[in-house]
């Protein structure tokens, strides 16, 4: 199925191969393919022609956490807060990353506003890998 949309953005016209909607679908594309390092660089080059485009910040930061780590995943996000402030996924990554990376203050605060703004978040994040220092840092203080 995603080579076969892959295929369909290939055979685009060239003219409409740099708008950013193609170019999100590129990167969605490649992220569910797990073609990790060819979605982050397509999606930070884009970020430099789209810089108010909310998503592909999104997409992207799920990109290079797959393959550059979680500090590098956390600079793309955050760089994209002023277009996603109100969005709960922006937190849910965020803290995500906060909790990869040991900031567990800011991690705790990070998914407490991802679950004010969409209470379904509760459960993906149970099993979350990059929560797991998050919820052990809870298990030890009682």
């Known amino acids: ?30 992220n569910n393919l797990g073609r990790w390092a060819e979605a982050a660089i397509i999606g930070k080059g884009a970020l430099r022609y789209y810089p108010d485009f909310g998503a592909l910040y999104l997409a992207t930061a799920h990109a290079v956490r797959n393959c550059f780590g979680a500090a590098e995943a956390k600079a793309v996000i955050a760089a994209g807060e002023t277009f996603l402030e109100e969005e709960a996924v922006f937190h849910y990554m965020l803290a995500c990353y906060d909790s990869a990376l040991g900031n567990l203050i800011d991690a705790k605060e990070g ?3 991802a679950f ?20 052990e840092s809870l298990g030890e203080s009682g």
Do not use: Y
């Open 111 to 113: 998914l407490t506003r």
């Open 1 to 30: 199925m995603w080579n076969d949309a892959w295929a369909e953005l290939e055979g685009l016209a060239p003219e409409f191969r740099h708008l950013s909607q193609v170019i999100i679908l590129r990167v969605l594309i490649l």
């Open 116 to 135: 004010e703004l969409q209470k379904s978040l509760r459960e993906k994040a149970l099993d979350e890998p990059d929560l797991e220092p998050l919820w």
